[in-house]
Structures are given as structure tokens and as C-alpha cells.
């Protein structure tokens, strides 16, 4: 019998039958993420019901030497939750409880595997607000979220992932179960682990609860889809109004994004005039006089020459028509097999940055259709190149790939990030030294050591 038999013979003596699944489609689906790099090829995909379970799969997959690979929602862009070497696959689509909702501390327990916009919808029902959002919430966990840190629409506001998690249980890859905070605000008693498993993308162990932080409802948000022609505008605009404004969201994208977006039927044009560069931004219209800034500046951006054309929400129904323009651009090119990458640097430096990378497109893809968008407002740019007809899959990732060099050495010459937020896993492992020095990827691994010993916990994601 093999160790993978052992192990899984055990597990059907501990776990009820539905929670084990070894059919092919299942594999399959289990097996991969959003990306489309690797191939799907896990033994298994069980499925706990309780951190108890979790512990209790660890533990014996540390006996009989198996590698486990921590499954959310599966929208990961980083081939992160993907397991194309055999590994067992640990859903969390069983552990998907609303817990205890603390009222006086605006706080509430979840398992993992809620779903990030149930999570959205209960702080909703609360009159309290869940500051982390993007196109995919309505598919993503919130274990998938505290693996990748995942960041999104509203970070300009609330923060990322990170940001609102006030405390975590987790399983170590060694199979012990860790109360991480216990969701104060204030706890100077030494190492605070939790940090750690924020973003571990499941190297460390799993997530398997947390206390998120839940917000005050925004009040009257109102959205500005402006035009602008190039990107010097697009900086310039951050700058005049996120100093009068408390935006809640700064976002951009180009005239390959729109184009697509309407072409595909997905959101409504917003006015006539067609432009390089597009701006949404957002913010909480307190009263007539903070309009009557925004409405303000606009019109002095149009006398500067910085806009050319925009409009404003007059309703909540015109607020989320504006965001269809920019939410629906991950889905509407995604049928395009685009070579993502997802970059961030400082705002100081987006101009110089977004230049350099601009002749770097211009001189190596001059055939390829490339789409820009992003969270501008926290300096983190998407990267798109779409694949055309002519090449297979293969030949052009292949293709990308060499320009990758280019990209992420201007990315450290401004000191910036290879994933701002989508994480490493395996499609940007061989370009972590370009972020993280040789040093501290050392001290990364020294760390796992501590927390996985046998180097069963995701084997292969973020570093070898
Ligand atoms: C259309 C679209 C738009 C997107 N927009 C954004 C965006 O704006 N901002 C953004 O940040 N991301 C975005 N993403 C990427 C993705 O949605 C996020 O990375 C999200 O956090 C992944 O959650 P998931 O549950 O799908 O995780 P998965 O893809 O299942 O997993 C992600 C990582 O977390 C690990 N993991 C999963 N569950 C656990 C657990 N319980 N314990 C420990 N580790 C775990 C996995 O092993 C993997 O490494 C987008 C994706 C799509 C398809």
C-alpha cells in the first residue's frame, strides 16, 4: 500500500464519505484556479467540517509524508491554490459559518469558506460595512483572501485584507491549532503570528477562522468616470482629488479595457468622447458642499486640460453602471488568455514608472494588444498583454515571459513590487528575488521550517 492509500484509507475511517472526492471532474475542478498555466493533477480533495478535522488531516498527512494545498474559492491569479503534482486538495467549502457577531466591537467570526460577498452582505445586514471588495467577491473565500492579502477596489480607504482582520485560528503545518489575537485592537504581548499567516498563501498552515473588523456604513457614495489624455493626467487627478476628497476608491483604465467592455455588451458608455486613459473615482458625498468641491475641481481639471470629458452619479443606479465599466474588465478580457502582470510602486514614482514600462511594451509587443488598468489610487497597475489567435497558449506565455526581465527590473529600480496583490504562487515564483532580497527569502524559508518542518503545507508556491 502506498503512503497516499494509507492516508487516504484513514482519512475515510475519520471523515463522513461526502467528504472525500477522488472522481476526475472533480480533480479537475478542484485541482486549479483562475490561471491557466498549469495543468490539474491532485490525488484528492477532502473537505473538513472543522478546524478539529483540519488539524486532524495535517497531522496524518505528516506521518505518511503527503503534501496538502489550501483551496478557497479558487479565483487566485497566481496558480497559488493550484495542485498539479498530486497533493491532496483541502476545500473549505464545508466550513462556511457566519459565527458570533460582536456588536459592541463591530466584529464578527467567520469560517473560511464564506464567501467574500456573504461577508459583505452580513456586515450589510448589520448597517456595518466590509471595507474589502472586487470583481470576484461573489466566488472568493475569505481564507483564499487572507492567503493572498487580497487588496481591490476600496484599499485607498479601508486598507487590504490585512487591515481588517483583528484575529485568526489556524492549523501549523505541523497540525497544532493556534488562537492568533483573540480580535483585540490592542495586544503588545511579543510576536503577533497572525501577521504571518496574512499572505503565507497557505505555506505556513490554514487559515481556518477569523475575526474581521466591520466598518462604519459609507454614506451617499458618488462615482466620477472621467477621461483623460494620458497618464501624467491620470497622476495629476490622484493628487488634486484625493487632497479635497475622502475617496473611497481611485481607479483606472485604458481605451483597450473600454473597448472590450462595451464591445462585450458588459456596461454602458459612459459619454461620447473616447479618450487614452479613463478615471473612476469615488467618494462619500456628505453633504452639498462636498459635491460642490468635487463638481469644483472637475471643472478646473477641464480648464487645465487634464480632463476631457466626465460624468457623475446621480443615482445609486448610475453608481453601479459607472462600476460595471471597470469591474467587469477582469471577465470581459479573460476570454483573451491575457499574460497578467500585477505591479505596484509608489505614487511618487507612477509617472516615471508607467513610462519606462510603456517603451518596454511599445519595443517588445508591438503586435500585441496590451490593457492597462488598476487601483491607481494606491499605485498598483495591471499589466495585460492579450493573446492573439495566431499563437498556441504555450508560445505566448513563452513570449511574455522573456519581457518579464524587463518589467520587473524597472519594478525594482523604483523599489516597487512583482504582486501587489495577487500573490506569488507559481506564476511569479521565479521573479520573487525582484521584490524580496536573497536575505529575507532566507529568513522566509527559516520560518516555514518553524511552522511546517516536513514542507507539506503548499509545497512549491512563493519559493522552492
Ligand atoms: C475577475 C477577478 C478579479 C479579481 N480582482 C482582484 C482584486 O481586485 N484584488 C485582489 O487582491 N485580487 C483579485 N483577484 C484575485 C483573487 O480573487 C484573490 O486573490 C482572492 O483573494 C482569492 O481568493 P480565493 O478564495 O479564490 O482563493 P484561492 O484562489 O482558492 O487561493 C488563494 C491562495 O490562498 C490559499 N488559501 C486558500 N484558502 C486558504 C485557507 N483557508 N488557509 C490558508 N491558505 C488558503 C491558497 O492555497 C492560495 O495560495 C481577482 C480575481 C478575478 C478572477
Not at 511569479?428 to 516555514?448: C, D, F, H, N, V
Request: glycine share 8%; net charge negative.
Amino acid at each position: 500500500m502506498t503512503a497516499m492509500s494509507q492516508f487516504l484509507d484513514t482519512l475515510t475511517k475519520t471523515l463522513e464519505p461526502t467528504q472525500i472526492k477522488t472522481e476526475p471532474s472533480d480533480l479537475e475542478f478542484f485541482g486549479k484556479d483562475h490561471t491557466k498555466h498549469f495543468t490539474p493533477a491532485p490525488t484528492a480533495i477532502v473537505f473538513p467540517k472543522t478546524t478539529e478535522q483540519v488539524a486532524t488531516i495535517v497531522r496524518l498527512a505528516n506521518e505518511h509524508n503527503i503534501c496538502l494545498v489550501p483551496s478557497g474559492g479558487r479565483t487566485g491569479l497566481s496558480a497559488g491554490a493550484v495542485a498539479s503534482n498530486g497533493e491532496v486538495v483541502v476545500s473549505f467549502d464545508k466550513m462556511n459559518a457566519i459565527g458570533t457577531f460582536y456588536e459592541a466591537d463591530r466584529m464578527v467570526e467567520v469560517e473560511a469558506g464564506v464567501v467574500t460577498k456573504t461577508l459583505q452582505d452580513f456586515a450589510q445586514s448589520k448597517d456595518l460595512y466590509y471595507g474589502v471588495d472586487f470583481a470576484s467577491a461573489g466566488s472568493s473565500q475569505i481564507g483564499g483572501n487572507i492567503g493572498t492579502n487580497a487588496g481591490g477596489i476600496k484599499v485607498i480607504r479601508y486598507g487590504m485584507t490585512r487591515n481588517q482582520i483583528l484575529g485568526l485560528t489556524v492549523v501549523t503545518g505541523k497540525g497544532d491549532i493556534l488562537e492568533l489575537n483573540g480580535g483585540m485592537m490592542k495586544n503588545a504581548t511579543g510576536y503577533d503570528f497572525r501577521h504571518l499567516f496574512i499572505g503565507a498563501e497557505g505555506t505556513l498552515g490554514f487559515v481556518t477562522k477569523a475575526l474581521i473588523k466591520l466598518e462604519k456604513q459609507p454614506v451617499n457614495l458618488t462615482a466620477m468616470v472621467l477621461g483623460v489624455p494620458d497618464f501624467g493626467s491620470v497622476v495629476k487627478l490622484l493628487d488634486k482629488f484625493g487632497k479635497a476628497l475622502n475617496l473611497t476608491a481611485f481607479e483606472f483604465f485604458d481605451s483597450v479595457a473600454i473597448d472590450k467592455v462595451l464591445t462585450a455588451g458588459h456596461a454602458k458608455e459612459p459619454f461620447e468622447t473616447r479618450t487614452p486613459f479613463y478615471v473612476l473615482l469615488e467618494f462619500e458625498a456628505v453633504s452639498d458642499d462636498v459635491l460642490d468641491i468635487a463638481i469644483g475641481i472637475f471643472e478646473n481639471c477641464m480648464e487645465n486640460g487634464f480632463i476631457v470629458d466626465g460624468v457623475m452619479s446621480q443615482s445609486v443606479g448610475q453608481l453601479h453602471d459607472l462600476w460595471k465599466l471597470r469591474e467587469s474588465i477582469s471577465e470581459t478580457i479573460s476570454v483573451f488568455t491575457p499574460y497578467k502582470n500585477d505591479v505596484s510602486v509608489l505614487i511618487t514614482h507612477l509617472s516615471n514608472f508607467i513610462n519606462d514600462i510603456e517603451k518596454i511594451v511599445k519595443d517588445n509587443y508591438p503586435d500585441f494588444e496590451v490593457c492597462w488598468f488598476g487601483h491607481i489610487g494606491d499605485g498598483n497597475l495591471h499589466l495585460n498583454i492579450l493573446k492573439p489567435d495566431n499563437l498556441s497558449k504555450d508560445e505566448f506565455f513563452d513570449k511574455c515571459k522573456t519581457v518579464n526581465q524587463y518589467v520587473f527590473e524597472t519594478v525594482r529600480k523604483y523599489k516597487g513590487s512583482i504582486s501587489a496583490e495577487h500573490g506569488v504562487g507559481m506564476t511569479k515564483k521565479p521573479y520573487l528575488e525582484y521584490t524580496r532580497s536573497p536575505i529575507e527569502i532566507e529568513y522566509m524559508k527559516a520560518l516555514k521550517a518553524v511552522f511546517d518542518p516536513n514542507g507539506i503545507m503548499n509545497k512549491g508556491k512563493i519559493f522552492d
